[in-house]
């Protein structure tokens, strides 16, 4: 089992600035990527941002390129995501998510509320 616990949420006005933290604990040397996903009020969960563990690699939906930037301190054991320019639209609870190599994110954290007005 892999534990996920966020934090970093809040409510800031546009083109405000947030970092998300993720910390990871449990069975942690079984994680291959880690991923953020965010949910609006009325929308489907949708993918953010994901890292590789060891190698680093990174992806971003292309809502939020040139905005956000995930990150890992792998002696922590937690993932980041810096949000700069921060938009009503990101409105949304966001999620980390720990995946194993077959690309399916088995783990899940509870979630943090990230409110942008305008």
């Known amino acids: 089992q892999v534990q996920l616990v966020e934090s970093g949420g809040g409510l800031v006005q546009a083109g405000a600035s947030l970092r998300l933290s993720c910390a990871a604990s449990g069975r942690t040397f079984s994680i291959y990527a880690m991923g953020w996903f965010r949910q609006a009020p009325g929308k489907e969960r949708e993918f953010v941002a994901s890292?590789?563990?060891?190698?680093?690699?990174?992806r971003y939906a292309d809502s939020v390129k040139g905005r956000f930037t995930i990150s890992r301190d792998s002696a922590k054991g937690t993932v980041y995501l810096q949000m700069n320019s921060l938009k009503p639209e990101d409105t949304a609870v966001y999620y980390c998510?720990?995946?194993?190599?077959?690309?399916?994110?088995?783990?899940r954290g509870q979630g943090t509320q990230v409110t942008v007005s305008s």
């Open positions: 890292l590789t563990w060891r190698g680093g690699s990174t």
């Open positions: 998510a720990a995946g194993n190599v077959g690309g399916a994110y088995d783990y």
